[in-house]
């Protein structure tokens, strides 16, 4: 006897095929979720939505990202 599982019953093409359109669907939606952006309400740039903005750095109407300190740190670590 084997000793791994092995399925009972032949998988019919219907049986595959409603199993793939539901991933399918699934798989739609995870996708078409992760290019989802909204406006910036300070730059109007598009983000990513429940994220901090990548062009100015604002998120719930603060500073989260300090862009202007980010950059310097770049520029120290390019001259050494
Ligand atoms: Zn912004």
Do not use: F, N
Request: hydrophobic share 25%; proline share 8%.
């Amino acid at each position: 006897m084997a000793k791994h599982p092995v399925p009972k019953h032949r998988a019919t093409a219907t049986r595959g095929g409603r199993r793939y359109s539901t991933w399918k669907t699934k798989e739609l939606k995870r996708l078409t979720k992760i290019s989802t952006t909204v406006a910036c309400p300070k730059c109007k740039s598009p983000r990513q939505p429940h994220t901090a903005c990548p062009t100015c750095g604002y998120y719930r109407g603060r500073v989260v990202i300090d862009l202007a300190k980010k950059d310097t740190k770049k520029i120290s670590k390019v001259k050494a």
